[in-house]
T-cell receptor, first 117, second 110 residues
């Protein structure tokens, strides 16, 4: 079956602009999480959506937002881009059943490399 | 989620067995131990997961002692393509959140 698909793979934006990244989870997966990876901070959790609701949020400013659609596809948006937002943005999907955590694995996409100039 | 400690880097040669140990002294009763592998500019990939004793799959083995305060990922006969960062995670996938530490950068040389 198809894996997690993230688009676009690469983006170059200017400071002050906004950007929208897209993630299509594995079919049947209802949980979608977003992560930011930078050389200095490593992999950091941004937020998670399940059934179109944000259930969990990391410690990022309000410029970072997201949403999930009824088909479980998710988008994340970063407004007023800063140079420090340059990073690899990763999306992961998992087969969560309701609010009960399962001993399960997360499947990651290849990421979107965002460069802010 | 319990904090994990693992070596920052390791070197090995092709064909050798590599063992990466992770310490997790504060592991909770319900926590699982999970290892992910990440190549540059790609998302992490699930390798193996276990709760206690030993787990083996086609890629690796995971050894967990009785006190569960540490675990060892064993990669048999590594090749150049095993050069990657390996992350040890402890906990449950709650609310879609995984907490990654710094990982171990494994370099396999010919």
């Amino acid at each position: 079956k198809a894996g997690v698909t993230q688009t676009p793979r690469y983006l170059i934006k200017t400071r002050g602009q906004q950007v929208t990244l897209s993630c299509s989870p594995i079919s049947g997966h209802r949980s979608v999480s977003w992560y930011q990876q930078t050389p200095g901070q490593g992999l950091q959790f941004l937020f998670e959506y399940f059934s179109e609701t944000q259930r969990n949020k990391g410690n990022f400013p309000g410029r970072f937002s997201g949403r999930q659609f009824s088909n479980s596809r998710s988008e994340m948006n970063v407004s007023t881009l800063e140079l420090g937002d340059s990073a690899l943005y990763l999306c992961a999907s998992s087969k969560m059943q309701g609010a009960i955590p399962l001993n399960t694995e997360a499947f990651f996409g290849q990421g979107t490399r965002l460069t802010v100039v | 989620l319990a904090k994990t400690t693992q070596p920052i880097s390791m070197d090995s040669y092709e064909g050798q067995e590599v063992n990466i140990t992770c310490s997790h002294n504060n592991i909770a009763t319900n926590d699982y131990i999970t290892w992910y592998q990440q190549f540059p500019s790609q998302g992490p990939r699930f390798i193996i997961q276990g709760y206690k004793t030993k787990v083996t799959n086609e890629v690796a083995s995971l050894f967990i002692p009785a006190d569960r305060k540490s675990s060892t990922l064993s990669l048999p006969r590594v090749s150049l393509s095993d050069t990657a960062v390996y992350y040890c995670l402890v906990g449950l996938l709650e609310g879609g959140k995984l907490i990654f530490g710094q990982g171990t950068e494994l370099s396999v040389k010919p």
